[in-house]
């Protein structure tokens, strides 16, 4: 019985008609011929014949269709390919310590199950999002390792592992947080060659970048971080930031940072370095002016991190004598002596003040480094560098900051 | 059987089957008050729009005098602006080509269309799927029932205006759990 | 009603037993209730839902873009005609063409998945009827080469979610197409190793040949598409019928059967595949270079928004037709999606074609329909 299609031509015999680009054939239901067992035999031929070639040799290769072809896992692993994609990891750069990732929210946006979640790192002091992530996690449990976020991460930050072996028991950890996501990317450069070669220079160009708009240790991976400490990246200052304990001795002033992203033509940074050394010298040097950088360093070493450094707050057994060093503000900016006279006649108030008080009250309570911190005690308040404030105005903060002071004895006493 | 073209389906309706084809939809004065919106579907009018009454003979015209014997799809789309439940019918010829869509808008509040499983059984779970997820009736359905939730469950899920959490059957999502 | 007879001393009556939905052989989580006599069923009515993730849905409130990698877990065995079928319908929706070498790509990834889905379809066919695995998993030793294929081209062994608007997500290099055509050079010797195990094995033919018969004058009404139909004489296959990509390239034959039995789905499904063969035999040497690209550059693929309107796109999937028709009205989510699934519609069948058969013989018919409850259920 044979089918036609719009098109007739012949049959031929064995039941298969050729009309155009293809026909249609039937399939051959070899009703005649008798079955009284050559079937079951020929099977058993087959089966045989793999059964011999399995002892005999090893099939390895795509064209082959018997033979063994076991693999001993875990002993012996087949390679994966390149593209092969499990679940996400973030990449930190190993020479800067620095993550790439940003915090632009599109793997957030692109992920179908929308497992993963961002918290953009804001500057401590102005309050302002930083090219950073302060927080991100993913819920490894509902990843659908479709890869999306890698492919559309503008920064190459996201990128996805080969590793397979996730199997736990403990649940709560498969919300994965960015301390255990993030991968060097000397690893991804091993289990990826390829694909990290085709975007390696415009990833860690873009991360130079954003390392300029990053201050301090912000959008450091917490891996690097001791490393990143002997170092003096480029970091911008904010104003009113005042010197910190243990002045360290100065080591070279931070490179002068233009507006964002750009670089700063050469005229323009030896004029910046100009000015930056006449003040320097105006200032005098009773323990030099730290860098801000190397400030925000020790304070993130220790359990205390605060914005602007106040004497005192930076932990157990901060010198009384430290609001010795001369008040700082940003880089070209020149605080002008009336102010700076109020700032060290402030400070040498709160200091007696807090002599009296005693080291409690220099705590504060313990934040994690990478969020915000408030203001502690006895920090100058953060004017701008050409405005006053008004005597009543520092009247009522202080009276706000004892307050503060008094409920933090209370909580740490409770 | 010759295969038709598009638009041809209407004309035949026409002559053949006077009264089948629906008058087309007219958009409701109230968005044209509101102005542009911008965002919405809009109701394709060139294919064969039949009310519902009508729709079995419509069937049974494809599959016997123009010969297109397989139905591929039945599929149910709620516009909520509109205030109703169009149920899109996809035939095709055996011999190839394109479809020929007869469509049927009943209203959201009494979504009922005659069944077509009597002569057409490959409708059966199709109907009920549009039954299950849309609220649409099919009278002189052998089985009618649920075909992917259960048979308790009230409300049809799909429908523009069933809550898509929120509802007595889930928690809130994204809220206080 | 009783079916209560009285054959001499014996009462018997009429049981309702029920088949699943936790069963090694009901391929996924399937109910069936049946009304058995003894071992012969009266009838059967299937019941869904087991798997319903509510699929539609989802598409309703994710973008475009982000319903590609949910295309992948309907049809779990074949995740690339499923997003192949997606990413047409968006095409045409939103009127992007495909560069040609996209396209030979996308032919050659729904053929090899045709290929491991008839190899492995058959496997578990014969599970189901006895043979305690061995030819499922001499069609799993050659599925597993061509999913290492996917793994390489795309990144996943199943879920591959490979497609884009516009073409592939990334492109096939030249050691992957020799990889291909070393398995290419493998796959006839493995088709006919399989059909010498299979095709004259007395215990398949007992079991196969005329049980479960789809009569040629109904099966159309039924809307079953796939093996099923074209087991049944009806040569309907979408890429002959409406030609979509580049198939109007190939030359290949539609597979039909004669009687429509379980016998038949088998050699429809083998013959199959040796098309296949043919068809990627052809697309792999009329492959374009790469100069074309493998993806529409002007596509925005997470910020599509194709002008409200409405399209229809089907493909041929191993399974049978699966269709996507998506409406738009403008907006970056589909305002409605659905899904024609093959393996839904052929269960139409199931009742009727397991009426006055065996249990055993129902688990096989189950088996030669060949469904897939992520493609059911949805």
Partial sequence: MTTTTAEKTTTSAAGQIRAGRGGVVVVQRRSNKPHMGQGLAKGMAVVIKHFADALLKRNDSRDEISGMFTVEYPEEVLALPETYRNMPVLLYDDETGHELCTSCFQCERVCPPQVIHITQAKNPETGKPVPAAAEFIIEYDSCMSCGYCAEVCPFDAIKMDHYFELSTPNHLAMDVHKEALNRPVSYYATIAPNLWAEVRDTALKKLQNNIKRRPGTIGVAPQALGKVAAKTPAAKVAPGAAPGAQAAPSAAPAKPVAAIGKNMPPEKVARLEAIRAANRARRGAAAGAPSHHEQQVQLAEEPVLSSAPPQGAAGPGAAPGLGGAAPSTGPGEDMPSDKRARLEAIRAANRARREGEGPAAADAPVQSAAEPAPVQDGAVPAAEPDKDMPDEKRARLEAIRAANRARRREQEGS | MARLNSGELRELLERDLPGALAAPHSPPQAAEAHGEEENHPVLQEHDAVVVAERLPDVARYLRDQLGYSYLSHITAVDYLREGLIEVVYFFYHPEGGGPQIVRVRVPRDNAVIPSITPFWPGANLQEREAYDLFGVHFPGHPFLRRVYLWDEFEGYPMRKDFPKTGDKYTHVTGGEE | ?378
């Fill in chain 3, 1 to 378: 009603m009783i079916a209560g007879t009285f054959t001499g001393t014996i009462k018997t009556e009429e049981l309702q037993i029920n088949i699943g939905p936790q069963h090694p052989s009901t391929h996924g989580v399937f109910r069936m209730i049946t009304r058995i006599d003894g071992e012969t069923i009266l009838g059967l009515e299937p019941v869904f839902g087991y798997l319903h993730r509510n699929h539609e849905q989802l598409g309703e409130v994710s973008s475009y873009l982000q319903i590609i990698p949910f295309t992948d877990r309907l049809d779990y065995f074949n995740s690339m005609p499923n997003n192949q079928g997606y990413c047409m319908a968006v095409e045409k929706l939103a009127g992007i063409e495909v560069p040609e070498r996209a396209e030979y790509i996308r032919v050659i990834m729904a053929e090899l998945s045709r290929i491991q889905n008839h190899a492995t379809a058959l496997g578990f066919m014969l599970n189901d009827m006895g043979a305690m695995g061995t030819p499922l998993l001499y069609g799993f030793r050659e599925r597993e080469k061509i999913l290492d294929l996917f793994e390489a081209a795309s990144g996943a062994r199943m879920m591959c979610s490979y497609m884009r608007f516009g073409g592939v997500a990334r492109d096939i290099d030249d050691e992957w197409l020799g990889e291909l055509k070393k398995l290419m050079v493998g796959l006839p010797a493995f088709f006919d190793e399989f059909e010498r195990l299979l095709s004259e094995n007395e215990i398949l033919l007992s079991r196969a040949r005329n049980v479960g018969i789809l009569p040629k004058a109904v099966a159309l009404d039924y809307s079953v598409t796939g093996p099923l139909l074209r087991g049944s004489g009806i040569p309907y296959d979408v890429r002959r019928a409406e030609p979509y990509s580049v198939y109007d390239r190939f030359g290949f034959d539609v597979v039909v059967g004669s009687v429509g039995d379980i016998y038949d789905r088998y050699l429809v499904r083998v013959e199959e595949m040796r098309q296949s063969l043919r068809i990627l035999e052809q697309a792999v040497q009329q492959l374009p270079d790469a100069s074309g690209g493998h993806l529409n550059p002007k596509v925005k693929q997470q910020s599509i928004r194709p002008p409200a309107g409405e399209a229809y796109a089907r493909v041929e999937t191993p399974k049978g037709e699966l269709g996507f028709y998506l409406v738009s009205d403008g907006s970056g989510r589909p305002y409605r999606y659905k899904i024609r699934a093959p393996s839904f519609i052929n269960l139409t069948a199931l009742s009727d074609l397991a009426r006055g058969h065996k249990v055993a013989d129902l688990v096989v018919i189950l088996g030669s329909i060949d469904i897939v409850m992520g493609e059911v259920d949805r």
